[in-house]
């Protein structure tokens, strides 16, 4: 959109001083549209000079929406509120889901004291039935821009993310009906009596959808919201495997096409990514859910029961006492040799694998967690460390250019015990891919003195790039993009005619920190993710002004 002077120097003055509170390695940032679903448009974006062509990705792509929809404050205090519930839980209370027992390795294992020869043959696709009749109750009174949304999100997200993940995923099929209680998802929702007393036919996993202000009752969507989903996870069975859960959707944030009374396809591609990212989190890749994993074939918890708490140094700067700590064989902590950084790693068997030959380092132990605090009440992480995940679907937020469904987040749904993954459709994500183990080493920066160390080429760098306002131009050092489809430009700008307080010694990368300030973030280690987001949200509305 084309802002005002005023507005475009309002706008220009929230950048700076949001780019005045860091200084960090930059890195290479599409510029050049050539993923498939960049190319929805009908305009074409080929006929572009080049630096026009990158004011419309930025324009187009709305990267404010996919960047903070999946990430609000309060959306991530009602999820982790919910989680907390879920461990707390007295199984005695919820009925246990029926299997076939000779089918069921968990089971098989429990009675005979062995393993089920040829297990994985009875996996099948993940059956996921959407429960929309909170969305029907709310049609009738909505306006007609919320009924169009109200439709597109049952007729276009709902089955696309359905059949997404129930190729991704199969689990050892729910026999019969999966019962419901009257009391799912906390007494929250209203469950359909005939779910209450015949169950649900025909499905592995029971999501509740709801477009509401509000979650558990805290509000959610409002007009300076910026969540467009967030999902919990209501009920287990009796080997802790999600089997209900909730999504709700804040329609003001679904965007309706200028002019028409559609939503753009594109935009419907970003939403089905954020409910993808969200519903991943429901199936247990949470670091609330962590301690809950299992052994895929004796169905033996990995973290043994009954729980201890330890203490624990967790993400947010925090020690805590009562930390309930998974199993080393599941997760556990690193810490660089100068003693100023830590995380924590997935450690599990096919995560590790995963990890390795992505990297190409047999070194590597595991697959880093985020270790800036994403949500309040989260020790561990529930993301995958964005400096080495940059475009994955499970990273804490989303990159201009996309993001892959990789086989690290199969990997770790694997290995929680009770799914079977796809690694066939997994997407590899470039970002990181071959880099040897440096990059992937805690100790080793994105940037030495300035410069950019072999490890850190092709995914890091340290040219300047302008951004003009009056000519309406991004001007950088161009090069190939890490997945080898476009060109890209560094995201590092100069800001040297602000008088700004230099970041700490040993969070700066370039030996003049005043005057090199960063769009976004990608050492994990010194921006907190609220404000990677608002940088990114604000340079979205930049970059439409060149559009």
Not at 30 to 38: D, N
Not at 195 to 204: Q, W
Not at 250 to 260: A, K, V
Request: one cysteine or more; a negative charge; aromatic letters at 10%.
């Amino acid at each position: 959109m084309l802002l005002s002077k005023s507005r475009k120097d309002t706008l220009w003055q929230l950048v700076l001083i949001i780019f005045t509170q860091s200084l960090y390695a930059g890195v290479i940032f599409m510029v050049e549209g050539a993923r498939t679903e960049l190319k929805a448009d009908s305009r074409n974006l080929k006929s572009l000079p080049i630096d026009k062509r990158a004011a419309e990705i930025f324009g187009r792509r709305r990267i404010q929406q996919a960047i903070t929809k999946r990430k609000d404050e309060t959306a991530t205090r009602i999820v982790n509120k919910s989680f907390a519930q879920v461990q707390e839980r007295d199984l005695t209370k919820h009925p246990p889901v029926p299997y076939n027992e000779s089918e069921h390795p968990f089971i098989y294992y429990q009675k005979h004291g062995r393993r089920l020869q040829s297990s994985e043959s009875f996996y099948r696709p993940l059956r996921i039935t959407f429960d929309t009749s909170l969305l029907d109750s709310v049609y009738e009174t909505s306006s007609s821009d919320d009924q169009i949304r109200i439709n597109t999100i049952k007729n276009s997200i709902l089955p696309q993310l359905s059949s997404n993940l129930s190729n991704l995923l199969s689990v050892v099929p729910v026999y019969g009906n999966m019962p419901v209680i009257s009391s799912a998802c906390f007494d929250y929702v209203s469950v359909n009596s005939n779910y209450v007393s015949d169950g649900v036919p025909n499905t592995d996993l029971i999501v509740f959808v709801q477009a509401s202000i509000t979650m558990f009752g805290q509000e959610m969507c409002c007009d300076t919201c910026t969540t467009l989903a967030a999902a919990a996870t209501c009920e287990t069975d009796q080997f802790d495997r999600p089997v209900s859960g909730l999504v709700n959707f804040c329609l003001n944030q679904i965007p309706l096409r200028f002019g028409s009374s559609s939503v753009n396809s594109a935009d419907i591609e970003d939403a089905i990514s954020v409910a993808e990212h969200e519903l991943t989190h429901v199936l247990g890749f949470h670091g609330l859910m962590f301690r809950f994993y299992r052994n895929p074939e004796t169905g033996e918890p990995l973290t043994p029961r009954p729980f201890c708490t330890s203490i624990v140094a967790c993400t947010d700067g925090t020690t805590y006492s009562n930390v309930i700590m998974p199993s080393s064989n599941t997760l556990r902590m690193v810490q660089s040799k100068r003693g100023d950084d830590f995380a924590f790693e997935i450690t599990l068997p096919t995560v590790r694998q995963v990890a390795r030959n992505h990297y190409d380092c047999q070194a590597v132990t595991g697959a880093r967690l985020e270790n800036q605090p994403t949500s309040a009440g989260d020790c561990f992480g529930s993301h995958f460390e964005e400096r080495l995940s940059y475009d994955e679907a499970l990273s804490a937020f989303v990159p201009p250019e996309g993001i892959y469904y990789s086989p690290f987040t199969l990997a770790l749904l694997e290995d929680t015990g009770w799914y079977k993954a796809n690694f066939a459709l997994a997407e590899i994500t470039p970002w990181g891919h071959l880099a040897g183990c440096s990059f992937w080493d805690i100790d080793a920066d994105c940037i030495v003195n300035g410069e950019i160390p072999d490890y850190s080429r092709g995914f890091f760098c340290n040219s300047l790039s302008q951004a003009d306002l009056n000519t309406q131009e991004i001007k950088g050092d161009y090069q190939c993009h890490p997945d080898r489809t476009h060109m890209a430009v560094c995201d590092l700008f100069d800001m040297s005619s602000l008088n700004v307080e230099s970041p700490p010694s040993d969070r700066s990368y370039f030996p003049n920190p005043v005057s090199i300030i960063m769009v976004q973030s990608h050492n994990a280690t010194s921006l907190p993710l609220f404000l990677r987001e608002h940088v990114m949200l604000l340079f979205a509305g930049l970059g439409a002004l060149f559009s």
